[in-house]
């Protein structure tokens, strides 16, 4: 018993030394700035426990309800010492007749998968 208790702790140990307790990044939050074109910048609050380049939020999504990429934001390092951080893209087209779009957010481990964030479009 002892044996897998100590077994036990080491793979934890071991899970926290590589970053892989960070989990998978949320959308907390997004807004849309939009013209008569629709044409919007969208600017989106992501939430990930990034522990360095190993692991971290590297992207979020644009995407319309049946699926379609509308546009993805790289996001370019890790943002250790800043969580929750929100960051733009400017010149997002969003389709006539689409009233809401969905962003998610991607990490470099888990990919996607974490809480989205479903954004009304006027």
């Given at each position: 018993m002892r044996k897998r208790m100590r077994r036990a702790l080491g793979v934890l140990?071991?899970?926290?030394?590589?970053?892989?307790?960070?989990?998978?990044?949320d959308v907390l939050d997004a807004q849309a700035q939009c013209d008569a074109q629709r044409q919007c910048t969208l600017s989106v609050t992501v939430r990930h426990a990034d522990s360095g380049w190993d692991h971290?939020?590297?992207?979020?999504?644009?995407?319309?309800?049946d699926g379609t990429v509308l546009a993805t934001r790289a996001?370019?390092?890790?943002?250790?010492?800043?969580?929750?951080?929100?960051?733009?893209l400017p010149g997002v087209v969003i389709p006539p007749g689409i009233e809401t779009v969905i962003i998610?957010?991607?990490?470099?481990?888990?990919?996607?998968?974490?809480?989205?964030?479903?954004?009304?479009?006027?």
């Open positions: 140990l071991l899970l926290a030394a590589t970053g892989v307790h960070a989990g998978k990044a971290y939020a590297n992207a979020w999504i644009v995407r319309t309800p996001l370019l390092h890790p943002h250790v010492s800043e969580q929750p951080f929100t960051r733009s998610e957010a991607v990490d470099s481990v888990h990919g996607s998968g974490g809480t989205q964030f479903t954004l009304p479009i006027d």
